[in-house]
Nanobody
Framework: QLQLVESGGGLVQPGGYQRLSCAASGVPLDYYAIGWFRQAPGKGREAVSCIRFSDGNTYYADSVKGRFNISRDNVKNTVYLQMNSLKPEDTAVYYC????????????????WGQGTQVTVSS
């Protein structure tokens, strides 16, 4: 079974930046697309970004394209989400998640996910 542990998050001012980390363990990661979805109060889940661990292919939601960057460390089995130019509408609980493919990730078909970390963008 795949375990995903998030770190990072917290309060940041609009226009600021933050980095989330997701440490994965338990099974080889090459089979998965790993990334982040978020959920704001009263809203549904939104697939934010993911990376296919085997070849580094990535996906970004239109709402974060050009501001967020996802990367992976194959040695540490960790995925990072660098979030720049943060906006109040980015406020949400961010969950690290794994899916069998980028297509599945975009569709919200997660097979594993972590506990989540709160990101609040406010002045």
């Amino acid at each position: 079974q795949l375990q995903l542990v998030e770190s990072g998050g917290g309060l940041v001012q609009p226009g600021g930046y933050q980095r989330l980390s997701c440490a994965a363990s338990g099974v080889p990661l090459d089979y998965y697309a790993i990334g982040w979805f978020r959920q704001a109060p009263g809203k549904g889940r939104e697939a934010v970004s993911c990376i296919r661990f085997s070849d580094g292919n990535t996906y970004y939601a239109d709402s974060v394209k050009g501001r967020f960057n996802i990367s992976r460390d194959n040695v540490k089995n960790t995925v990072y989400l660098q979030m720049n130019s943060l906006k109040p509408e980015d406020t949400a609980v961010y969950y690290c998640a794994a899916a069998w493919s980028i297509g599945d990730f975009k569709m919200g078909r997660y097979v594993y996910w972590g506990q989540g970390t709160q990101v609040t963008v406010s002045s």
